[in-house]
């Protein structure tokens, strides 16, 4: 988009505030931003003059349909698109969209996991309108953004918890506020999602059965050339590449979601997208749409775009940083500010944190865990499976000497005094940044690392939200408990108790060491390793509690996510099983019988010759000696792919399937890839990641 255009067409496709402000009359408008900004109710009045200025703008815009856009429990979002044509019984149509349309929707939506929340007979679900989330035009479509519940009016999807979390958080963070004096109008998350993906050759993709059907390569010998040069990372970027970036970026922008950082990541291929944080649940619903518009514009470039967490062996895989901040107003409170009393909040705010995720670790852990996430976790490549907190040069000390009541070293760098006597200076330091940890104060956010990159990141938001409004409250409650004493006292208190009880889980070093793993063990930290030993944490019937008390999800909506978590775990590792087996028996043996078959026939007609072809007869039984491995490893999967087929507890299913059916994937692999390695290059049947990940 040439440099003018820019900010002219800058969310022009999204319905924004300045758009409703032109179109509603302004006791309407009032109305709806009570509704945006303070939640009050709204009104069908209301609705209905919303949807009519919503339609006149969709119209000027090209868009003949309109979709309740939603996101199940798949985590992607879902459609279903409804034009606006109303037949006025002469022949003609007239455009109508009505406040009832815009409000609640009703999709035939009985396919969607819901965790058996619904059984088939009542599977009606609704859809209903998220004011806070504004409406945008996507392919000729008015999309609204929604939430979707059951009949019953159980959460079916990832916003609604999302959005009730966020409820929570506000409404205990400003408690808390209020004991420093502060009454802000609006509390609230805010979340810069930053994005990795790979981008390959679309007939590369189209050539591998294992990317196509599971997102991810399920065989591949190591390349030649792996990542070792780092010449990947911030290189400069390739024409097609960047092509596809630019068209990206105009895109976005249009949607008004303010994409900022594009590079090159570690990996050869792999990209990483980074926009301006936005508003908790509004980020989240931008990332996706982010990663949407990503699939599709890499199409238009002859590319596919991956983002499964571990496309390839050899290289790293995929995640997504979850910056994450709390705002009182247009205040960061993570900020620490200059003047001691925002210090004092500050701190009381940062101890909150480390409780919150030192008590909820294992639920944090489980907020991310998935079948593709598995191969990147403790892989040296993203954070351990150990839920730790890093502080960085700045606080470490502080803290340190808070739990020791000491007065901390002086520090030579710009510091900013708190002023309180009881308190140490707090050193203003954004640069110091450790890539290993899981969860890191970087200068006045927190960057949770551990999220997949085709993850809904609503899920670890919503555990994070929760938690820290547990801690507000308990703040809240410690200073009502400690009423005849000075609040300063109280507060600091409550800050160095804080950190002393929640000590184990501070840790600023190397994150991917074997020491760690020893240590973490030593201090009792939860080391979850996979998705079946992530997920029981969910049910837990004390993390139950914790969600019922903040009204963000009850036990059958936990129990449904339990059982849906567990349940696509094990169906996507039965995809890539039966994909493992399809891939083998059609493409694999055949190619390499094939190739073992020509090279046994030049051995017997040059031995009718009296030549003895040493070689070829030393690689037709390496041949057969692989095919032979082949066959029984791919007999054996099938097996017990079969045997995890069979069990209907979903836990079971899921503890099997880690047990039994992914040993035997790798044995499957590791026997076809070695078989790679001398098959003839002509014979061999899909692409090599030499090719996928060099040839670009
Ligand atoms: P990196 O972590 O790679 O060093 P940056 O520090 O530039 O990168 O920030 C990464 C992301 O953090 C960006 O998306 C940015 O918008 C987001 N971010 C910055 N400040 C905040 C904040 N207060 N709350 C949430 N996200 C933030
Ligand atoms: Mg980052």
Redesign the pocket.
Known sequence: MATDKVSEEYGSLLFTDKDMQERLPKPTYKKLMQVIKEGAPLDIDIANEVAHAMKEWALEKGATHYTHWFQPLTGITSEKHDSFISPKGDGSVLMTFSGKELVQGEPDASSFPSGGLRATFEARGYTVWDPTSPAFIKDEVLCIPTAFISYTGEALDKKTPLLRSEVALEKQAKRLLALFGQKPHRVYT?????QEYFLIKEEDYQARPDLILTGRTLFGCEPAKGQELEEHYFGAIRPTVNEFMKELDDELWKLGIPA??KHNEVAPCQHEL????ERGSLAIDDNLLTMEKMKLIASHHGLVCLQHEKPFDYVNGSGK?N???L?ADNK?L?EPGDDPQDNLQFLVFLACLVAAVDDHADLLRMSVASAGNDHRLGANEAPPAIISVFLGDALTPIVEALVKKEQPEAHDRESIDLGVPQLPEVLRDNTD?NRTSPFAF????F?FRMCGSQQNLSDPNVILNTAVAEQCERFVDYVADRADEDFTTVAMRFVRHTFRDHQRILFDGNGYSEEWEAEAARRGLPNLKTTPDALPALVKPENIKFFEKYGVLSETEVHARYVAKAEQYAKLLNIEANTMVYMTRHMYLPALFDYSGDIATSVATKAELGIDAKAEKKMVNVLTDGINSISDAVDDLEAKNAQAKNLEDPQAADDCYRDVVIPAMTALRTAVDDMEKVCGHDYWPVPSYNKMLFYV
Request: aromatic share 8%.
């Open positions: 805010t979340i810069g999602p930053e900022k950082t980074a926009p301006i944080f940083h910056n994450w901040s705002c960061n993570l940044r970087t200068g006045n956010k960057e």
